[in-house]
């Protein structure tokens, strides 16, 4: 794998930001578009652009046939059963929100349990408190370890008899925790519970295998693997999905109406009311595709040892403090300047051609739970390198002289 002739094939990376070429380091947020994805969107309103499912026109059928052709990528890139385990949605929060609302709703009652961990983004934070309220059942959370990590030993306590929805992220995009999913899927099955994954941050990096795994249901979105904004998906086991009710209903998701009833397609449509995001489905197709023809090992090893390096590097400097696991980390660093606001660091650094982010990363707990209000998070992809580092180290030294920091004595 070749990162520099990698980065050639993303037109937004060659250009310059402040006079300086543009380093990108805020991929956990979005990740960039190679051509191949632009041109797919490009070639379907250009060429294929109708509505799915209705018209027997060519254009529809067309339409159709590259729609339902990106589901079946996606249900072969998770290894899913079938595409009928496959609904396209907004994005992970969607997908997240689907299962709380469509799934939980429908089976917790008084007494019954959700737990999840403090490390959880927003997205699978919300929906379980407003699932709780609505239900009557109690949430509860999973200690993490003083490095940030998670202990299977919690796991096995925090998580009763009375636990119907575990819902745990694969990859912290604060910490760069790789939660153990699988182990963690054989105690909750063990305890009669269902297991839901938050994928935002492992799909794009990892070779994610949902039935090796053994989760439930696990949500993703495209615009962080090289995908366009706005689509997602989320694969949930056939026999959870037939239990779900729409949590949108209309035109495309509905067999039969009449003036008092109707009835619902089967999987996965009866999830998809409304035209469905179809250039969006596309794009994420030739996504996938591109990705595919890297190797998700391949990009795993890469986004490794550029964190390893960038590790190394920031650690190396006076003042900076980088916050999760020291081993066994995904390709992100989160770290603090000293007393330096973080927004103050990604602004110096946007000078310099730099950009980061920095913020709570919408994790406000788990900033609570490292004593900060904010920190600044460099997050990598297999188009950045090594000097994509040296570029990020040397202008933290700069940030560092600019702000006159002086460590504490």
């Given at each position: 794998?070749?990162?520099?002739?990698?980065?050639?094939?993303?037109?937004?990376?060659?250009?310059?930001?402040?006079?300086?070429?543009?380093?990108?380091?805020?991929?956990?947020?979005?990740?960039?578009?190679?051509?191949?994805?632009?041109?797919?969107?490009?070639?379907?309103?250009?060429?294929?652009?109708?509505?799915?499912?209705r018209g027997v026109h060519t254009l529809g059928s067309r339409a159709t046939d590259a729609y339902e052709g990106a589901r079946e990528k996606v249900a072969r890139f998770l290894n899913a059963a079938s595409t009928r385990e496959i609904v396209f949605t907004r994005g992970t929060t969607t997908g997240l929100n689907m299962v709380a609302h469509g799934y939980a709703r429908q089976v917790l009652k008084p007494g019954d349990e959700i737990v999840i961990t403090p490390m959880e983004h927003?997205?699978?934070?919300?929906?379980?408190?407003?699932?709780?309220?609505?239900?009557?059942?109690?949430?509860?959370?999973?200690?993490?370890?003083?490095?940030?990590?998670?202990?299977?030993?919690?796991?096995?306590?925090?998580?009763?008899?009375?636990?119907?929805?575990?819902s745990i992220t694969y990859v912290s995009n604060v910490l760069g925790t790789v939660n153990p999913i699988a182990k963690i899927a054989e105690i909750v099955h063990r305890k009669g519970a269902i297991l839901?994954?938050?994928?935002?941050?492992?799909?794009?990096?990892?070779?994610?295998?949902?039935?090796a795994l053994d989760v439930d249901f696990y949500a993703f979105s495209g615009h962080k693997m090289c995908g366009p904004t706005g689509i997602g998906a989320l694969y949930g086991k056939a026999q959870l999905f037939e239990r779900m009710e729409p949590m949108e209903f209309g035109g495309?998701?509905?067999?039969?109406?009449?003036?008092?009833?109707?009835?619902?397609?089967?999987?996965?449509?009866?999830?998809?009311?409304?035209?469905?995001i179809i250039a969006g489905a596309v794009g994420l197709g030739a996504a996938i595709d591109f990705l595919e023809s890297i190797g998700l090992e391949e990009i795993d090893r890469h986004e490794k040892k550029i964190a390893k390096y960038a590790m190394e590097r920031l650690s190396a400097i006076e003042g900076i403090t980088i916050y999760g696991p020291k081993e066994e980390r995904a390709g992100l660093v989160t770290f603090n300047l000293g007393d330096v606001h973080p927004h103050d660091v990604a602004t110096v650094l946007d000078t310099e051609g730099i950009a980061i982010r920095a913020g709570h990363h919408?994790?406000?707990?788990?900033?609570?739970?490292?004593?900060?209000?904010?920190?600044?998070?460099?997050?990598?992809?297999l188009y950045n390198t090594e000097q994509d580092v040296d570029r990020l180290a040397d202008a933290l030294v700069k940030t560092k002289e600019f702000f006159g920091y002086e460590p504490a004595r």
């Open positions: 794998m070749d990162p520099i002739a990698l980065k050639a094939e993303f037109p937004i990376l060659n250009q310059e930001i402040n006079g300086h070429p543009l380093v990108y380091l805020d991929n956990a947020a979005t990740a960039q578009k190679p051509r191949s994805v632009i041109e797919a969107v490009k070639r379907y309103y250009e060429w294929d652009n109708a509505n799915v499912h927003h997205s699978n934070l919300i929906p379980w408190q407003q699932a709780a309220k609505a239900t009557g059942a109690t949430l509860k959370y999973i200690p993490l370890q003083p490095d940030g990590t998670v202990s299977l030993a919690d796991v096995e306590s925090v998580v009763t008899e009375n636990t119907k929805v575990v839901v994954v938050d994928g935002a941050q492992s799909t794009p990096h990892l070779k994610v295998d949902v039935r495309e998701m509905i067999d039969f109406v009449d003036l008092y009833e109707s009835s619902w397609k089967d999987l996965p449509w009866k999830f998809e009311g409304g035209t469905p919408c994790c406000q707990p788990l900033m609570r739970w490292l004593n900060v209000s904010a920190t600044a998070r460099a997050s990598f992809y």
